[in-house]
């Protein structure tokens, strides 16, 4: 393909360009959001451009927009603890995501690309261990910071914390202050690429 053609999109591709799935995209297309063309066999082909200003007009392109808040994951299945960081965290006017159930992490992660996730490492169904490896696995996850907030102190669980991906550990119960100073750090720092 020459410079001066346009790249078209299948379906597929351009429902992984906009993180959504390929019934979404055919879905667009008919209601006419997303212009298209059809090839003999019936396919539809989305040009670059066209594709581009859809993502314009609906805002679907991964960028810092300001003035806008930082958007926090707290994950905890203690409803007490959930409310509280949640108190703590909006006064502060953050954006929140409260997740009770560790199985929907990795999922609602992947919708709200969250700046930061706090995760609470004793879980029922899942551990923590295993939610922060799946979401260090996956590449829409892959970059967030991610802080362990837990109830685990002991030198040995804090190795295990961070050989499993987190960028750092808050112990429970902790004061605020070092809840807002770590999680306003890790915002301003990202992820630490290994």
């Known amino acids: 393909m020459s410079d001066n053609e346009t790249k078209a999109y299948t379906t597929f591709q351009a429902a992984k360009i906009c993180h959504v799935t390929h019934h979404s995209i055919k879905n667009w297309i008919r209601q006419g959001l997303i212009k298209a063309s059809r090839t003999p066999g019936g396919h539809y082909r989305i040009l670059q451009e066209d594709l581009d200003s859809f993502r314009e007009n609906f805002d679907m392109f991964p960028r810092e927009r300001t003035p806008a808040k930082k958007k926090i994951m707290i994950v905890d299945d203690d409803p007490d603890a959930l409310a509280m960081m949640e108190k703590i965290l909006s006064n502060e006017g953050y954006e929140l995501i409260k997740v009770s159930n560790a199985t929907e992490v990795g999922l609602k992660a992947a919708q709200m690309t969250p700046d930061l996730i706090l995760l ?31 109830c685990l102190s002991k030198e040995e669980e804090i190795e295990r914390i961070f050989e499993a991906g987190a960028d750092d550990y808050l112990a429970k119960p902790f004061k605020v202050e070092q809840l807002l100073e770590k999680t306003s750090e890790l915002l301003k720092r990202g992820r630490v690429a290994e």
């Open 120 to 150: 609470d490492f004793l879980m029922p169904e899942l551990d923590g261990f295993q939610v922060c490896r799946v979401l260090r696995e996956s590449e829409l996850t892959a970059d967030t910071p991610i802080m362990a907030v837990t």
